[in-house]
């Protein structure tokens, strides 16, 4: 039995959105703001559903990886290890999706939180220690490593949420620079979008 990201739980995931979105709108959050949450919420299921799915259940599966020995095995503290030199070649292009995957995060959660750099330093590595934190507990439920842990991947996911935030830095530096020079109407979503960035300019 294999356990996949499918129709049953993108509803639950939307589901779930829908419910926070109505708890956010008793709190009297802006619309653009629940729009900026509605976005980020929906990357955070393209992420689980790339970290963590499939989940395969079936009891042989977990026999035939070689035990406790195999799990072990399977789990790479060591940084910047890459195994073999045959494997490294596909070790970097991985690391470098890693990185690619996390990006949108360093980038969006500055829409729905005004963060210090510091704060963003520990937001990124409790990023990459949850997503390899919540593969091994799943790992450990099933019986079997079904996805290596490698302490690369948080360092990847890490940096991925740090490139984020640098170019959100860049974005909003720019975009408060433009609308000084080219009058636009801000309104609705540019309005948010155009006062998120004037708060970060003093930081």
């Not at 970290?51 to 070689?66: D, K, Q, R, V």
């Not at 801000?186 to 948010?192: A, M, N």
Request: with cysteine; hydrophobic share 60%; aromatic share 20%.
């Amino acid at each position: 039995m294999t356990l996949d990201f499918d129709i049953t739980v993108w509803a639950i995931g939307i589901l779930s959105l829908m419910l926070i979105l109505i708890f956010l709108l008793y709190k009297k959050q802006s619309v653009s703001y629940l729009f900026c949450f509605s976005i980020f919420w929906i990357y955070l299921l393209f992420v689980m559903r790339e970290t963590l799915f499939p989940i395969s259940l079936s009891t042989y599966n977990a026999n035939i990886f070689g035990g406790e020995a195999y799990f072990w095995a399977s789990v790479n503290l060591i940084p910047f290890y890459f195994g073999p030199l045959a494997a490294l070649q596909a070790a970097w292009y991985g690391f470098i999706l890693n990185i690619v995957l996390t990006m949108p995060f360093g980038f969006g959660i500055n829409f729905l939180a005004r963060l210090k750099v510091l704060c963003i330093f520990l937001i990124a590595l409790v990023v990459g220690l949850t997503i390899e934190g919540i593969q091994f507990v799943i790992s450990m439920m099933i019986g079997y490593l079904y996805r290596v842990i490698d302490v690369n991947d948080l360092i990847a996911n890490a940096i991925g949420v740090l490139i984020g935030y640098i170019l959100f830095r860049i974005f909003a530096y720019f975009y408060t620079k433009i609308i000084n020079y080219i009058p636009i109407c801000q309104i609705g979503i540019f309005s948010y979008v155009y006062n998120v960035c004037i708060d970060y300019r003093d930081l």
